[in-house]
C-alpha cells in the first residue's frame, strides 16, 4: 500500500548548522508531497509543499524537492535556528489515495545555541 | 480567523468508560477529518466528512468508535467503552474541499490517557 518514510529522529544540529531530513514514499499515481511541522504545544501546521515531479516547494527557508526517479522528498534547511525545533512530518496525498493525507512517522529536530 | 478548535485537550479516563472530543472546524470549511496519533507515529486517518456526509470511515472501529458532524459543522468523535490501547492524541483538521493538493488546516488535538 501506500506509505511515506522518513529517517529516525531525534535529529540534534548545533544553530547555523545545515539541515537534511530523508523522506521516500511508496504511492500509485502522482501524489501531491507535504512538509508539515509541529512546535512544541501546538497543532501540524503546513511547511511546504510539491504537486509535481520535479517542483520545489520553499517556505520559511527550508526547501524540499519532488524527485519521481528516486521517490524521495528531502527537506532541506542551509542555517537552523534555535526557533527551527519541532516534529516534521513527510505526508502524500493524491487521487489514488482518495485525497487521504497518509503521513510517515515523523521526524524530531533539536536546534541547540 | 479562528482556527480549528478542539476539546478537551487533556483527558484520563480508566478503561471501559465513555470518552467523547469535540472539534469546531474553520469557518466555511466543508471537509473535516479526525485522526488518531499515536505516540512517535504520523496520524492516521479514523474518518473523513465531506459537509455531513461520512465519506470515508474505513479506519475508524466502529465497535466501540462512533462520530458525527450535525449540520454539516460541528463534530463529536466517541468511543465507548475505552481500551488501553485508545492511548493517543486524537486530531481534527479541516479543509476547504476533498482536494489532492489542499491544504489541511489541524488543531492542537486532545491528548486521551486510558488507564
Known amino acids: 500500500g501506500d506509505s511515506v518514510t522518513q529517517m529516525e529522529g531525534p535529529v540534534t544540529l548545533s544553530e547555523e548548522a545545515f539541515l537534511t531530513i530523508n523522506c521516500t514514499y511508496t504511492a500509485t499515481g502522482y501524489p501531491s508531497l507535504f512538509w508539515y511541522v509541529q512546535y512544541p504545544g501546538e497543532g501540524l501546521q503546513l511547511l511546504l509543499k510539491?504537486?509535481?515531479?520535479?517542483d520545489k516547494g520553499s517556505n520559511k527557508g527550508f526547501e524540499a524537492t519532488y524527485r519521481k526517479e528516486t521517490t524521495s522528498f528531502h527537506l532541506e534547511k542551509g542555517s537552523v535556528q534555535v526557533s527551527d525545533s519541532a516534529v516534521y512530518f513527510c505526508a502524500l496525498s493524491g487521487y489514488n489515495q482518495g485525497g487521504k493525507l497518509i503521513f510517515g512517522q515523523g521526524t524530531e529536530l533539536s536546534v541547540k545555541p | 480567523e479562528a482556527g480549528v478548535v478542539q476539546s478537551p485537550r487533556y483527558k484520563i479516563i480508566e478503561k471501559k468508560q465513555p470518552v467523547a472530543f469535540w472539534c469546531n472546524p474553520i469557518s466555511g470549511h466543508n471537509t473535516l477529518y479526525w485522526y488518531r496519533q499515536n505516540l512517535g507515529q504520523g496520524p492516521e486517518l479514523l474518518i473523513r466528512y465531506e459537509n455531513e456526509e461520512a465519506v470515508d470511515d474505513s479506519q475508524l472501529p466502529k465497535d466501540r468508535f462512533s462520530a458525527e458532524r450535525l449540520k454539516g459543522v460541528d463534530s463529536t468523535l466517541k468511543i465507548q467503552p475505552a481500551e488501553l490501547g485508545d492511548s493517543a492524541v486524537y486530531l481534527c483538521?479541516?479543509?476547504?474541499?476533498?482536494?489532492?493538493?489542499?491544504?489541511?488546516?489541524f488543531g492542537e488535538g486532545s491528548r486521551l490517557t486510558v488507564l
Open positions: 483538521a479541516s479543509s476547504l474541499a476533498r482536494t489532492a493538493t489542499g491544504e489541511l488546516f
Open positions: 510539491a504537486t509535481k515531479a520535479d
